[in-house]
């Protein structure tokens, strides 16, 4: 097993990093009634272990009890029947689900699942919780619709079950939800703490840590702390015992994007973006979400701009980020944005050295 | 020395004499231009020693001569190239020094130090670089070529680099020329590049005939029309452009010599070679001379040496056209061409010039033969024999009863089979599908009183009867059924009941349809003899509109009317109905009367996608109007932006003019691309929000506006690759990201079932899979087989992964470009693996199903609890309990006593790897007990042919497993 899953705290009390969070989430559910949530913060910092540690405190160890379900909707939708799938882990007190896997008909989903839960309320006559718990990932991901429909059935049903929302980024909850919940926002762990984690690790695995490698380890890790236990396993697995200067290999996907910036840098023409096209192709067929593919090209590319060309540069990455999530195709996009910054590169590059 | 100087005269000789073709009078742009920029770029070094030029000029036709032998395979040819040489130095001397005197200075300096110091590498490759600049011959590549291998063995060996790189120097016909000196020609057909000096020249306008009847062909890059632009330049003059030099070639247009099929094979024939200049003088000197310009132009020609193909060239046009006309009035039935249009207003042209004899039919004349003896031979074949005639039928077993003509509209089939019947003595009767030709009743009694299939039935099948009424006093009748293919819903039964009618006919039958291929007749096909009528070309169409064309008093020029051919796409209807309209409005048409008008009315034909696009981003695009844009991209809503996108990166915009660094280019690319992104968004709102008015908006993004700024030439990327529009990636890709989706959600799904961790999809991809993938590949390589193997096995059982998982993870992780990561791993560890996963595959609790539907397979039947995990204290024992358990424990301990908890923990930690393989035995054994009794009935179930039968069967296993505990 992977030393991120071994070592994922699994009660409030263990959680280290955000030692805080977990007191307060401990006092708010000994307290009888609980608030809808709204986890929200960078990936990595620890978000889905506090809500999973939180379940366990409210419902004990039955939380752990889980059950993984690909639920078939069917749903009526004035003159169609809208027929959806989608990959629920559940346990007799709470419902995980990712609503955004189902695309644009999230909506459908979100509505049908709390009237469900709605309707058979716990018998848990002795339990003191007399409510279900919902858990939805990537609510940032989810259209406007949902978030809509979420926010009504959120207040009606509220006897009978509780939302805990868990998300990247608030800005793209809508405000009526983000005020209807506990905001919880989870920060990315410092570096400082992250050290404090893989020793802990290093520790128990018994290893020989040479000075100042952790601490690489964190940086490069982007203050997530997922990163950071991940790449610390693999250069266990590349090269152990550790060497002080032992190469902290980058992710494959991240190698082939910064790959793609240097040859963007290299040569502005049709033909590089061309190549360029299918490289990118390459990356989203192997599953890389567009708005990390081109987040990361913009900070590569960061890297090796002149400083004067940076705030233009992000201008355009943000403008075609933000086009991207309003199309589809998001190939689209990322090539316009890199015909883009060529185009601006160029005669740039032109302007100078003529 | 000599060998140098000698090599350096021939080209500029050569260059010279590329434009023999040119008017005796010294061109008007030429000198002016050239030595300008030329002066331009050498000016930084220039070192003149105006000697040498005098002297070259001088030497110039006797080395030549000297050099004569070493070609003298090619003697004819040569001889009359030579005196065009000599020629052309005499006639105009003055643009011949200027070209010396500006090339002359890079090399003169490296000739004289290699006079003193023959070794010096870096002089010599400037020389190099010096010897390209002499204009490459547009006349003898063959001869060149032996040239340079005969110097290649004397001299430098970057040579031709250094041609390439002088080409670009002299400045002349920049781009082009640094291909056409690497002597491959192949590599020319793929790219094309821009004309150097595109828009810089302004184009001639001369008399509008002023080319009649000169054939030319073009080749290569012009200096600074693009090919269509001159293509249109010398059709709107009267003349003619052919795709290859034959005999008929007059002219040869090009600035440079590329060395391909073309200008070889002009060589052979003795085509004279202009140049773009050179046509324009001819345009410009046409244009006050309104009076009779082709008599002038021919004068002009005439007089020069070796045009002797030019000059009788428009003769035999003239002659042709007496032909013609003589023809005409033999050939017209007499009623017709007496007659003005003025009183022929009644009847249409195309009924009007119906051709009344088979030979009047424009192409096809074999078909029609063909059909004349089928249709002579019928009687004898099948009807006079009568009984006997068994015995004979055998003998022809290929002859058919029926004949299937087919063809696209309006090239002559109806005509054809009437006129041939009517020629033969049969009477016709057509049936068409404006007649009901559904199956016959049952009840024949009807008669011919029923409906039109009973009277076919009858007509074919009862000789009596159609001897007795109004056709007796034609014996033979033939039924001619037109458009075949047209028989649909109406005619329900049609196409079967027409065989029958064949297979008892004792008339022939003609049928007729458009497309022979279509599904509807392909019963039919089998008692057919199939005739398939081709387009004529256009000078055979055209040949007929000028007869009809003069018949009705429109005086049209051949081009022009070619044009129209060409435009209708071998309909001659429509011909005759565009002509007939234009008529109205004016006597004499020219090519770009033509030309505007079709622009606008060109037939309707079936738009693919791909013209679609060509279309489009064509060199003609600027010039569509709007609403043709529009229908164009509408053609296809969904295709034409997918092959937009594809391919505009490859245009090279025409509007953008010369483009030094590709700036402009790449500031376009880039606003086209914003503009397809676009398309895209508001594609998102026709799409998900149903808003399809804004379908125009959508095209207009995704396609227009690319096409308008990008139209231009196609260029390609990657050599090899086809000067085509490819088809869309997008679809491909989408389709294979979303396949890759789907397994990489299967893997998560048996990651989360594993219980090992909660995590989503993206972070699995991007954090956890690297290390997965190196988890799961790494012990393969390194570690001994059997270590390797076992370590593995049990990793993929903690995260209850299979082996199509670890296909997935391998493949998800593989960029182009990158090493493979099941590079290094041996074939034989690789088996191991698989065997020892089967093995364990027995005893192992696979916890998810498939649940995952794949494309092409069932759908998995709903509402099944694939998985459910219940790590109490029932499951634990049987699952990786031990371990788990222990953890728990552990945790339990943590929570309670946290602050010594890490001194305690670690020498469990130490034993735990040992502890968890021994446990995992174990458990495996004992799960393989409990698992046995119940997965027996259930793999019995699964259908073995399902496509994933091991997974299903060990999802009915799961399930009950499941609901046992």
Known sequence: ????????????????????????????????????????????????????????????????????????????????????????????????????????????????????????????????????????????????????????TMEKYSASCRLILCCNSSSRVTEAIRSRCLNMRVSAPTPEQIVKVLEFIGKKENLQLPPGFTARIAAQSNRSLRRAILSFETCRVQQYPFTANQAISPLDWEQYVSE????????????RLFLVRGKLYELL?????????????????????????????????????????????????????????????????????? | MSDIRKWFMKQH?????????????PPPEKPAEKPAQAVQENSGRRKTSKY????????????????????????????????????????????????????????????????????????????????????????????????????????????????????????????????????????????????????????????????????????????SLEREEAEDLIKRHGGRVTGSVSKKTNYLLADEDVGGNKSKKAKELGTTFLTEDGLFDMIRKTMPVKVSPQKDLKKKIGGKAGSSQVKSSPQKHDTKDNQSSSLIKKSSVGSFDKRKSGDGNSLTWTEKYRPKVPNDIVGNQSIIKQLHDWLARWNEQFLQTGQKGKGKKQNDSGFKKAVLLSGSPGIGKSTTAKLVSQMLGFKTIEVNASDSRGKADGKILKGIGGSTSNCIKELVNNEALSYTKDWSKHPKSVLIMDEVDGMSAGDRGGVADLIASIKISKIPIICICNDRYSQKLKSLINYCLPLNFRKPTKQQMAKRLMQIASAEGLQVNEIALEELADRVNGDIRMALNQLQYMSFSQSILEYDDIKRRLLTSAKDEDISPFTAVDKLFGFNGGKLRMDERIDLSMSDPDLVPLIVQENYINYRPASIGKDENGVKRMNLLARVAESIADGDIVNVQIRRYRQWQLSQASTFASCILPAALMHGNREVFEPGERNYNRFGGWLGKNSTAGKNLRLLEDVHVHVLAS?????????????????????????????????????????????????EHFDTIVELAKFQGHPNPMDGIQATVKAAL????????????????????????????????????????????????????????????????????????????????QLDLRSDKSKGIQVELDLKINDKPNTKKTPASKPRGSASAGKGGSNSGKRRR
């Open chain 1, 1 to 152: 097993m992977l030393w991120v899953d071994k070592y994922r705290p699994r009660t409030l009390d263990k959680i280290i990093v955000h030692e805080e969070i977990a007191q307060n989430l401990k006092k708010l559910v000994s307290e009888q009634d609980c608030p809808h949530l709204l986890f929200y913060g960078p990936p990595g910092s620890g978000k889905k272990t506090l809500i999973m540690a939180l379940l366990k405190q409210m419902f004990g160890p039955g939380a752990e009890k889980v059950k993984l379900e690909n639920k078939p909707w069917k749903i009526d939708a004035g003159s169609r029947t809208i027929e959806l799938e989608l990959t629920t882990l559940s346990s007799t007190h709470h419902i995980e689900l990712n609503p955004s896997d189902a695309g644009f008909q999230d909506r459908y989903i979100i509505q049908e699942i709390i009237k469900d839960m709605a309707k058979i309320r716990p018998l848990d006559a002795k339990g003191k919780r007399s409510f279900k718990v919902l858990v939805l990932n990537q609510v940032d991901k989810l259209s406007k619709e949902a978030q809509h429909s979420l926010r009504r």
């Open chain 2, 52 to 223: 040498f030029a005098k002297a070259a000029a001088a030497d110039t036709s006797p080395k030549e001569k000297v050099k004569d032998p070493t070609a003298n395979k090619r003697a004819t040819a040569r001889k009359t190239r030579e005196v065009f040489l000599d020629d052309d130095d005499d006639v105009k001397p003055s643009p011949a020094k200027k070209l010396h005197k500006d090339e002359d200075d890079d090399f003169v300096l490296p000739n004289k130090t290699k006079k003193s110091t023959p070794a010096k590498p870096a002089k010599k490759l400037k020389n190099a670089v010096g010897l390209g600049v002499a204009k490459h011959p547009a006349d003898d590549e063959d001869e060149s070529e032996k040239e340079e291998l005969d110097h290649k063995v004397v001299e430098t060996p970057v040579k031709v680099g250094g041609r390439g790189k002088g080409g670009r120097e002299s400045g002349v016909t920049a781009g082009g020329r640094g291909r056409g000196g690497g002597r491959g020609g192949f590599m020319n057909f793929s790219e094309r590049k821009d004309p150097p000096h595109k828009g810089e020249k302004e184009v001639p306008e001369g008399a509008p005939d002023c080319l009649a009847g000169l054939t030319f062909v073009i080749s290569g890059t012009l200096d």
């Open chain 2, 13 to 25: 000789d050569k260059g010279n004499a590329s434009a023999p073709a040119k008017p005796s009078a």
């Open chain 1, 260 to 271: 793609i910036a240097s040859d963007i840098m290299k040569e502005q023409s049709p033909k």
């Open chain 2, 755 to 803: 219980q090992e961790s909660n995590l989503d999809r993206e972070t699995l991809r991007l954090d956890y899979l690297p290390l997965l993938l190196k988890q799961l590949t790494d012990p393969l390589r390194v570690l001994p087989k059997d270590v390797a193997v076992q370590k593995v096995v049990e990793f993929m059982d903690a995260y209850s992964l299979s082996q």
């Open chain 2, 834 to 913: 698989t065997k020892a996963y089967k093995q364990g595959s027995s005893s192992r609790h696979v916890r998810v199903a498939d649940m995952i539907t794949l494309p092409g397979q069932k759908k998995a039947p709903k509402k099944r609890i694939a998985a459910m995990l219940e790590p109490d204290e029932n499951g634990l024992p049987e699952e990786n309990g031990d371990s788990l358990l222990e953890r728990e424990e552990e945790e339990e301990e943590d929570s309670s006593e946290k602050k010594d908890a890490d001194d305690e923990i670690d020498p469990d930690h130490n034993q735990k790897p």
């Open chain 1, 285 to 354: 067929v192997n599953c890389i979400p567009p708005e990390i593919i081109l987040k990361k090209l913009l900070s590569e590319l960061l890297k090796k701009l002149d400083s004067e060309l940076k705030h233009e540069v992000c201008h355009w990455a943000a403008y075609y980020e933000h086009k991207m999530r309003q199309g589809q195709k998001a190939i689209f996009h990322i090539e316009a944005f890199v015909a883009k910054f060529m185009s601006i590169y160029k005669s740039f590059l032109i302007a100078t050295f003529g």
